[in-house]
């Protein structure tokens, strides 16, 4: 029997362990090691070292929740952008506009559920006639979308300022969404052998859990129904999907529709958890960006991977090294960018 037919039994011929055995031990490390800085008591020096647990798991969870926010905007650019390559700049425009609108329409109805609903929709629309009248017009011409859509959101930059000033706004979220929770890690024990636990804002792991939400449901989308078989068709052989009798403009008005209204529902989930200002635009189009490239074009799973690095690296920065915790973020994008170009979960091309 030659080496090739000889059965893959997970053991090398040395009687060691394989290479995936190998990983999966490493990862159950990994995992045991987090276990124990998030549920144990920690010694002296390791407070000493990370400045304190409470510090270092505020840290991990304000990542981790703005990783979801990352997610949810970067999801729908994810469907435009990496999924369609149709560059729209102007994305972090129809974040920012649907959380002035979003912040409108709660303060003339009194209802925040109205709000997120009203700017998904909104938004949505503007997403379609963004793509008939520019992308349809555009296609397959990447210089030409770029300069467009800059344009476009410049003058949408200008005309919010116009509307609204340059004043912060904060959405305020309804009181069943307010307070926090407190969570079974311990921080602290006081000397007379009582546990402090550490206590999270609520709407925060909301945002998480909305992300998770929408991940799940983009990915089902894509990849187990007949409206995601279509959308991926459409991309690879736009000509062949025409020719089996699908409305394929009706398609990419669909996905654009999707890609806009989930900027819409950032705008409110993020300008409820954060603030409202202008520049806020500029900011979750890089992080967009980011996002896709690191995680990979198209890739639902990789845009998680991608929010998961980028939010994470930002508050750590933040806590931990305060100077330089913005180049984290590109240091992660070069070295992935050198290692695997296409993006941690993206397809060789």
Same mark, same amino acid.
């Given at each position: 029997?030659?080496?090739?037919?000889?059965?893959?039994?997970? =053991?090398?011929?040395?009687?060691?362990?394989?290479?995936?055995?190998?990983?999966?031990?490493?990862?159950?490390?990994?995992?045991?090691?987090?276990?124990?800085?998030?549920?144990?008591?920690?010694?002296?020096?390791?407070?000493?070292?990370? $400045?304190?647990?409470?510090?270092?798991?505020?840290?991990? !969870?304000?990542?981790?929740?703005?990783?979801?926010?990352?997610?949810?905007?970067?999801?729908?650019?994810?469907?435009?952008?990496?999924?369609?390559?149709?560059?729209?700049?102007?994305?972090?425009?129809?974040?920012?506009?649907?959380?002035?609108?979003?912040?409108?329409?709660?303060?003339?109805?009194?209802?925040?559920?109205?709000?997120?609903?009203?700017?998904?929709? =909104?938004?949505?629309?503007?997403?379609?006639?963004?793509?008939?009248?520019?992308?349809?017009?555009?296609?397959?011409?990447?210089?030409?979308?770029?300069?467009?859509? $800059?344009?476009?959101?410049?003058?949408?930059?200008?005309?919010?300022?116009?509307?609204?000033?340059?004043?912060?706004?904060?959405?305020?979220?309804?009181?069943?969404?307010?307070?926090? $929770?407190?969570?079974?890690?311990?921080?602290?024990?006081?000397?007379?052998?009582?546990?402090?636990?550490?206590?999270?804002?609520?709407?925060?792991?909301?945002?998480?859990?909305?992300? =998770?939400?929408?991940?799940?449901?983009?990915?089902?989308? %894509?990849?187990?129904?007949?409206?995601?078989?279509?959308?991926?068709?459409?991309?690879?052989?736009?000509?062949?999907?025409?020719?089996?009798?699908?409305?394929?403009?009706?398609?990419?008005?669909?996905?654009?529709?999707?890609?806009?209204? !989930?900027?819409?529902?950032? @705008?409110?989930?993020?300008?409820?958890?954060?603030?409202?200002?202008?520049?806020?635009?500029?900011?979750? %189009? %890089?992080?967009?960006?980011?996002?896709? =490239?690191? @995680?990979?074009?198209?890739? $639902?799973?990789?845009?998680?991977? @991608?929010?998961?690095?980028?939010?994470?690296?930002?508050?750590?920065?933040?806590?931990?090294?305060?100077?330089?915790?913005?180049?984290?973020?590109?240091?992660?994008?070069?070295?992935? %960018?050198?290692?695997?170009?296409?993006?941690?979960?993206?397809?060789?091309?």
């Amino acid at each position: 029997m030659s080496l090739a037919e000889q059965p893959k039994t997970g =053991i090398d011929s040395a009687g060691g362990i394989s290479r995936r055995q190998g990983w999966g031990l490493f990862w159950l490390l990994v995992a045991a090691l987090l276990a124990w800085l998030v549920f144990a008591t920690w010694p002296a020096w390791l407070n000493d070292i990370l $400045i304190s647990k409470k510090a270092f798991i505020s840290a991990i !969870l304000n990542g981790i929740t703005l990783a979801g926010l990352y997610f949810l905007v970067a999801s729908g650019f994810t469907l435009v952008f990496g999924l369609m390559r149709n560059v729209n700049l102007a994305h972090g425009s129809l974040f920012l506009l649907g959380a002035y609108l979003g912040y409108a329409v709660t303060q003339w109805t009194g209802n925040w559920l109205v709000g997120v609903v009203a700017s998904f929709l =909104i938004l949505a629309v503007i997403g379609v006639l963004m793509q008939m009248i520019v992308f349809r017009r555009l296609e397959g011409d990447d210089l030409r979308q770029t300069l467009v859509t $800059i344009g476009i959101s410049i003058l949408a930059a200008d005309l919010m300022l116009a509307v609204w000033g340059g004043q912060t706004y904060q959405l305020e979220t309804p009181d069943w969404l307010s307070g926090a $929770i407190t969570l079974p890690v311990i921080t602290a024990v006081r000397s007379n052998g009582a546990s402090v636990f550490l206590t999270y804002p609520f709407y925060r792991l909301v945002v998480l859990a909305a992300a =998770i939400v929408v991940g799940v449901g983009l990915w089902l989308m %894509l990849n187990r129904t007949r409206v995601g078989m279509m959308i991926r068709a459409g991309v690879d052989d736009r000509a062949m999907l025409s020719a089996s009798g699908v409305n394929v403009h009706l398609v990419f008005a669909a996905v654009f529709a999707i890609g806009a209204g !989930l900027a819409g529902f950032a @705008g409110v989930v993020g300008g409820s958890a954060l603030s409202i200002a202008p520049g806020e635009d500029i900011r979750y %189009l %890089l992080a967009s960006l980011v996002v896709v =490239i690191v @995680g990979g074009m198209g890739s $639902i799973p990789g845009a998680a991977i @991608g929010a998961l690095l980028i939010g994470l690296a930002e508050q750590i920065g933040l806590v931990y090294f305060p100077t330089y915790g913005v180049v984290l973020t590109f240091v992660i994008m070069v070295v992935t %960018l050198a290692i695997r170009p296409q993006g941690i979960m993206g397809k060789s091309l």
